[in-house]
């Protein structure tokens, strides 16, 4: 290869590496993600992938920057297929300038040769050659590393630490792979006169590299969470595993549970005792935890939902990512009670948002969700650490006494909490309409004040309401609004853009709806919505909380998230 790699962007590169389920392909983001972040680059990584265990083809995405990158591009600057089949999976994301690494067979008839830039690496004849074609993705590692120069010696440990727990002559037969792929890359280098434009970031090495679901899970545990019941779905599972592994370390319980009934009444029981739960499902989930969650509202429990959507219906896209469970979300569970949904952005505000969500359960007694997706929760990039002392866990349980009335009307709505033990009050809960001790009733008036009382601490959750995040310009003519995981693409998208009329308008409590949501869409001359679904469901509920509707809608669901170039497109075209 004769011709010079640049990126798209001087302070970015896209790489992108492909291959079939059981081939390892996970293990090279998980290396390289954190290979780049030891040596000082900003790293972003994303993944998809079909739903199977082996077969099929998979593909990560990794941008390593200059600067902070936080969100999924199309453009490939450097692509790897580790099988054959790979190349037509990712073709539509080709360019002039992308640079394939491959073994010529693996490529075939896939694409016409001449027409690409393809440098023959024997990636599969070296793993073979050092002992079985399983070492690939470590020869494509070794490749990478190389091509951007990070040093082999700080590689070579990072490596021989990850497979320390295989046997001795597994970990010398990666170290070996690593060391050949490092050598090809080396080689790549210097005879492609490759130009990658990227310097390290000193500030990178005080930060955390974490995924959407390790940032749920750490917020779940700084929100004093010691419980947690869910029955495995993807892609929310990632939540239960790390607390699950976690578990002796943070004084945790954690149980998998025989379905997601089960999981979701556990977590209430446990709230009954004394505990912090949460439950952690997907769309297919929270359908048969409805009951539980209509429960909630009536014996006014504590309860904290993590949602992690998928597509649907039904089993949908099992491993694809959409936005399509807000109205789920919003109207489980039968009947009329109050709930809190956040739906967090960035990385940081999902250990926020979920460590707030416990203390907002616990002091007006409702059901809070966190609403993520695929696409955020398989999503790592480098951030600050958080600042734990922004994270203080509040508890609103009250000691008992013996005339102690759990559910006492009070001027705000909210109950005096106990719990059994602590103090020397009964504390009654059932599943039906109740008086103010707790007992079952059918006094037609008693059942208005209840609903009334209940539905009073809806009002009262708008004092703790978390304002939309306004940036761009502030005299903006074009307002651009979205919700949970689209702000990293839709911001950066924007900035593409590079006007001076248009704002974005990030949500990250989408239910109670903010006040100054009007007053934000009210200024605008053009206002255009930003959604990873197929019906403007939060346009919806805009409209019904405020009576505006939007000028456009930008809708995208066919599994994907948008990408930054994609969606800048379409922003461009609407604004003009």
């Known amino acids: 290869m004769s011709k010079e790699l640049s990126s798209h962007n001087p302070e970015s590169v896209s790489i992108v590496l492909c291959g079939q389920a059981g081939q390892g392909i996970q293990t090279v983001e998980y290396l390289l993600t954190r290979i780049f972040k030891l040596a000082g680059y900003n790293v972003f990584a994303t993944k998809e992938y079909m739903s199977r265990i082996r077969g099929g083809i998979n593909s990560t995405s990794i941008r390593i920057g200059s600067g902070p990158v936080r969100a999924a591009v199309s453009t490939i600057d450097i692509l790897v297929p580790l099988n054959k089949g790979a190349l037509r999976h ?36 070296t793993a073979a050659e050092i002992g079985d074609k399983i070492y690939s993705n470590v020869v494509a590692v070794g490749a990478i590393a190389g091509i951007f120069g990070v040093e082999l010696k700080m590689v070579g440990k990072y490596v021989e630490k990850f497979f320390s727990a295989k046997s001795a002559d597994i970990v010398q037969k990666n170290l070996a792979a690593l060391k050949k792929g490092f050598e090809f890359g080396v080689g790549i280098k210097r005879s492609s006169k490759i130009n990658l434009n990227i310097v390290g970031d000193a500030g990178v090495e005080d930060q955390v590299l974490l995924n959407g679901g390790e940032a749920v899970a750490l917020g779940a545990i700084a929100g004093g969470c010691n419980f947690i019941a869910s029955y495995p779905m993807s892609p929310s599972t990632s939540v239960l595993a790390f607390l699950a592994k976690n578990a002796k370390t943070f004084d945790i319980i954690a149980e998998q549970a025989e379905d997601e009934i089960a999981a979701i009444n556990m977590g ?29 509202g009536i014996m006014e429990s504590p309860m904290v939902i993590h949602l992690a959507q998928r597509p649907g219906p039904a089993t949908g896209l099992p491993t694809r990512t959409e936005q399509g469970d807000l109205e789920l979300a919003l109207y489980a569970g039968h009947g009329e009670f109050p709930r809190i949904i956040f739906a967090p952005g960035k990385i940081e505000d999902a250990f ?208 994907l998230s948008f990408f930054v170039e994609e969606l800048a497109e379409k922003l461009k075209d609407v604004l003009n």
């Open 352 to 559: 926020f948002l979920t460590q707030r969500a416990f203390n907002l359960a616990d002091k007006y007694q409702v059901p809070v969700f966190i609403l993520t997706d695929q696409y955020f929760m398989d999503s790592y990039y480098n951030t600050a650490a958080p600042d734990l002392s922004k994270a203080k866990i509040e508890k609103y349980v009250t000691r008992t006494k013996k005339d102690y009335r759990r559910y006492e009307f009070t001027k705000s709505g909210v109950s005096p909490r106990g719990v059994p033990g602590f103090g020397t009050g009964l504390i009654a809960a059932d599943s039906d309409e109740h008086d103010t001790e707790g007992h079952i009733t059918e006094d037609l008036d008693l059942r208005i004040r209840m609903v009334d009382k209940r539905l009073h601490k809806g009002e009262l959750l708008k004092k703790d309401n978390i304002p939309p995040e306004l940036t761009g310009a502030k005299n903006y003519k074009n307002l651009i609004v979205c919700w949970g995981s689209t702000h990293n693409i839709a911001e950066e998208a924007v900035q593409k853009l590079g006007r001076k009329d248009v704002a974005l308008l990030h949500f990250k409590q989408v239910y109670p709806l903010p006040d100054q949501t009007a007053g934000y869409l009210q200024k605008a001359e053009k206002t255009i919505i930003v959604e990873n679904n197929a019906t403007a469901q939060f346009a919806k509920l805009i409209k019904l909380r405020t009576g505006i509707d939007f000028d456009e809608k930008i809708l995208k669901y066919n599994g």
């Open 90 to 125: 990712v073709e539509h994301n080709i360019s002039a300038r992308t640079v394939i690494l491959a073994d010529k067979e693996m490529i075939g008839e896939d694409i016409t040769q001449g027409k690409h830039k393809i440098v023959d690496v024997p990636f599969t004849g």
């Open 268 to 296: 209430l029981g446990a709230w009954y005792a004394g505990a912090r739960a949460m439950a952690t499902t997907s769309g297919g989930g929270l359908a048969l935890m409805t009951e539980g969650v209509s429960l909630a």
